[in-house]
């Protein structure tokens, strides 16, 4: 069988060995995906097997002819149509029909013709539109020139490109990170079906679980394939990382045992023979060193006070840059223990309604009421380019909070895995996913009661991504989540929104249902009909996060029904009926309405978590 082969190979960087003698095997046709530390040198062994990079040992063996197709970088910002750019990727189509044009010869006019015909020549452009149209560009954006686009749309024109390119190795490095979830659910259903061999560097645990059958573990300069998602090699890595762990005590229990006699009996003539050959004994017992555990990957973020409901109220609420609104007619609200995820396709208003939110657009039309005391917190990944490169995430938060005690701002930073050696690193050299923690550490500094985070997890690894999940779940505010991370917006949304021909309304399914949707090629806002099968018998972890969900739910309606008591103690007091406070009975009054709405909500949002936990445990 053809195979990508790697032999025991070898390769440093600046002298830091990233590769010593790491070796796998990956069949032709099989979809993979590689994960790592960041930094361990995935990027590297991208470059190695396309014969950018020279090993210092062993060797990198392909099927003859095998064409190699990966993003290199972003398409140039010329005058040729999207379209157009995305056809003159297939090279040997674009010389075909160009040799066509000239040919005299019969001979080689029925040689061309027949080669086109082998390569569903003619069909090419309908397959370039289709790769276009799911990377997010509509039939009129793909006939404008490339240099109508920013540096991130052309990137997906580049991924066009390669996929239409339809390379025998198809290598992508975190092709998500330019996506929006509508994008990256396309490319995952895409790279399912994809006819050749898929190589993926990701983080993204959905695209990982449902794109592709196996897993190349980079770790301890050492390559393992393991076959299954990524679910299934991470229960199988924690399983092994623990057996490891436990034999490495028992070897150590039993060499300090024969440490000990021999420290006891060596100078004992009596005992001489059984010492020294306990010392062999010694020598010759291959170490089990236990597993190098992850460092603990964490994200701190400050506790606000609690507001009463809503923080932020929407009536009749249009939006838009000076022309005609983007989003009209928004009837909106928003409770500080909201989860809101906002779904929709690029170019939607997702990103508008973001800035109506955090206060950088104002309302063209109707009303926005916001809590007088209501501190928000927005990040978006330009955020990220913006910070200053010469400058240490010390002095960042040095400006943001100038009298707290140097102590308390690397406390700060250590609460997002930033150490003392990042602290006191200027900005342009630390790496991707430290700048977006220092990014996202701006963002929360002084405890918002509303966080806004617009693709938080670009450059985030998985244990990063895993430990925001925890800070968001365990957070005490209202959080407005924009993400093409599926795994990170199951865990975190309890609600969600869908942005579409200038509206915003509720989508009362799951995301399940509107990844179906789209894949379907429907967005329609209504939810499709849901199957009545048996219901599916979850695991123990899924339980675990039902149960987690309901203790949720009933916290949320013990704080609601306390703040209903205490507006029902203060609506019961008979000085507030009095002529000179009737302004201040109607606020009391109208509190006391949001808070029973409220209510309403929390109740809906129990049962429906209780009506699931009983139905998995029945299951």
């Known amino acids: 069988m053809a195979m990508l082969k790697i032999e025991n190979i070898t390769y440093s960087v600046e002298g830091r060995p990233l590769f010593e003698g790491a070796s796998a095997t990956i069949p032709t046709g099989h979809k993979v995906g590689i994960v790592g530390r960041n930094g361990a040198g995935k990027t590297t062994l991208f470059r190695i097997i396309k014969g950018e990079l020279a090993l210092e040992g062993g060797s990198i063996a392909l099927p003859n002819r095998a064409r190699i197709g990966g993003v290199a970088q972003e398409v140039p910002g010329s005058d040729v149509s999207l379209i157009d750019t995305v056809l003159s990727a297939d090279t040997e189509r674009a010389s075909l029909l160009a040799e066509a044009e000239t040919a005299t010869d019969a001979h080689r006019i029925g040689d061309i013709q027949a080669r086109l015909n082998d390569i569903d020549a003619w069909s090419a452009e309908a ?6 149209r799911g990377l997010g560009f509509e039939p009129e954006a793909q006939r404008r020139p490339c240099s109508d686009f920013s540096g991130g749309w052309r990137m997906r024109v580049a991924l066009a490109g390669v996929l239409f390119a339809q390379p025998d190795y198809l290598l992508l490095d975190e092709p998500t990170n330019y996506l929006d979830l509508e994008g990256a659910l396309w490319l995952e259903s895409y790279l399912q079906k994809y006819p050749h061999t898929v190589i993926i560097i990701s983080h993204d645990r959905g695209l990982l679980n449902r794109a592709v059958g196996a897993i190349l573990h980079l770790d301890q300069k050492k390559l393992t394939l393991w076959n299954g998602p990524y679910d299934q090699f991470a229960r199988q890595l924690a399983e092994r990382r623990a057996n490891q762990a436990a034999e490495a005590k028992k070897q150590d229990a039993r060499r300090a045992h024969l440490q000990s006699f021999v420290d006891r009996f060596k100078a004992k003539a009596s005992k001489a023979v059984q010492a020294q050959s306990r010392v062999k004994m010694l020598e010759k017992m ?63 208003g997702k990103s508008t309604l973001s800035k109506l939110l955090a206060g950088k657009l104002t309302a063209q039309d109707g009303k926005i009421t916001r809590s007088s005391k209501l501190r928000i917190g927005y990040f978006a990944q330009h955020q990220v380019d913006e910070l200053h490169i010469d400058e240490t995430p010390l002095q960042h938060i040095q400006a943001v909070k100038p009298l707290e005690q140097q102590a308390r701002l690397r406390a700060r930073l250590a609460g997002f895995g930033l150490g003392p050696d990042q602290a006191e690193t200027a900005v342009g050299r630390l790496s991707g996913g430290q700048k977006a923690r220092l990014s996202l550490l701006l963002a929360t500094i002084e405890a918002p009661h509303l966080l806004i985070l617009d693709e938080p997890t670009n450059h985030l690894d998985i244990e990063s991504r895993e430990a925001l999940v925890e800070a968001l779940t365990q957070y005490k505010g209202a959080v407005v989540l924009v993400s093409h991370d599926m795994h990170l917006l199951g865990l975190v949304a309890d609600r969600l929104w869908l942005v579409k021909n200038g509206a915003v309304i509720p989508y009362t399914d799951d995301l399940e249902a509107y990844r179906r949707q789209l894949l379907a090629g429907d ?97």
């Open 127 to 132: 397959r370039a539109a289709s790769i276009l």
């Open 286 to 348: 291959t170490l089990i060193t236990p597993p190098e555990e992850a460092k603990a990957v964490v994200f701190t973020f400050p506790e606000p006070e609690e507001l009463a409901p809503p923080i932020i109220n929407m009536d009749g609420c249009a939006v838009g840059y000076g022309g005609p609104p983007i989003l009209k007619k928004l009837n909106l609200r928003i409770d500080q223990d909201d989860r809101i995820a906002l779904l929709g396709r690029n170019g939607q």
């Open 523 to 619: 967005e329609v806002a209504k939810p499709a009909a849901k199957p009545v099968d048996k219901p599916k018998k979850l695991s123990r972890d899924e339980v675990l996060v039902l149960r987690a969900e309901v203790r949720k739910c009933e916290e949320r309606l013990e704080k609601i029904n306390d703040m209903r008591d205490k507006l029902a103690k203060k609506l019961a007091d008979p000085a507030l009926y009095e002529a000179a406070r009737i302004g201040e009975l109607e606020t009391w009054n109208r509190k006391y309405s949001e808070v029973m709405e409220a209510l309403d909500r929390a109740e809906a949002m129990w049962l429906s978590a209780t009506e699931k936990l009983e139905a998995a445990s029945a299951a």
